[in-house]
């Protein structure tokens, strides 16, 4: 039997998580097999009750699952602690801690939301982008890390962005391959006019690619990027990039789909994989059950496909969210003129209904 460990966390979290767990159920009993679950604190609520924001317990509790789906962390009533007592510190402990150095954002356009997105329809009409993130280095980990006072009155704080080869190589090497079962075209991503880790970056990836002769690559300054991003999207295949710019840009693809809350990602590299949607906590509209939870879904059809091998299943939920996109159903973020408004739970009710051949809403 497989298990779950999940990590539901702050503001819309649980909702969002409840719901992949209904969906997740229903696709498990289709497909004969078992799931068991646990649940652990991380991010703001361990915060409250441990005192810490990753308890060692969760931390025990995610090595020994088979996968880790998580809702989302942080909030306003957090934000005021320093850094390595916030919510999201938590969040970069499991990442490091499981050795999650590769992150997988898939930024595709559903059929029924083209006309969703912030930019034109034709412009973004069949995007279909895998922005590759290096998790576990560059800006984010990089030391020294410090603030002081300085002698003349004031402060100065200093993050240290740093890459070495190895840590670039094997991220370079995920998006090769990632690539190979797509569109075979990675553009990698990078400020090398400018940072000498950059230039380290964009040497080991272009020495790497002489043993991907089928991929094209192509390389791309991050601002360059970001501007394509929004004028012709549909260039892009695999974008490989660092940990900053790829939290960055892949908030942008995301957003190229219509709707953040309508995106997965996976998180790989360890032996245990760890899921979560792109989007955050939403504290404004926590509890409201008006959050939408295709992400969620989604992210749980990622731990089926990548942590359980289980890609049937996977494409089962996926088609199950694009029937229900399809005939018209929309959580408020999503919400189309025409649309039927639907809350959280109904939202995974529908999708969950789909799986198991129901349709009752159909
Ligand atoms: C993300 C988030 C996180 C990050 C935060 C919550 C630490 O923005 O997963 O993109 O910056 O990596
Ligand atoms: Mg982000």
Known sequence: MAKIVLLPGDGIGPEIIREAVKVLEAVASIEGFDLEWETADMGGIAIDKHGIPLPEATLAACHAADGVLLGAVGGPKWDDLPGQKRPEAGLLGIRKGLGLFANLRPAKIFGALQEASSLKAEVVAGIDILVVRELTGGLYFGKPRFREELPGGGMRAVDTLEYSTYEIERIAKVAFEAARERRRKV?????ANILESSRLWRETVSQLAWEYPEIELNHMFVDNCAMQLVRNP????????????????SDAAAMLTGSLGMLPSASLGGRVGLYEPVHGSAPDIAGQGVANPLAAILSGAMLLRYSLGRGRAAALVEAAVENA????????????????LVDTATMGDLVAEAILGGGKHG
């Open 187 to 191: 553009t990698s991503v990078d400020k």
């Open 234 to 249: 549909g260039q892009f295949d695999v974008i490989l990039t660092t940990n900053m710019f790829g939290d960055i840009l």
């Open 325 to 340: 996109l399809a005939i018209g159903y929309r959580t408020r973020d999503i919400v189309q003129s025409g649309a039927k």
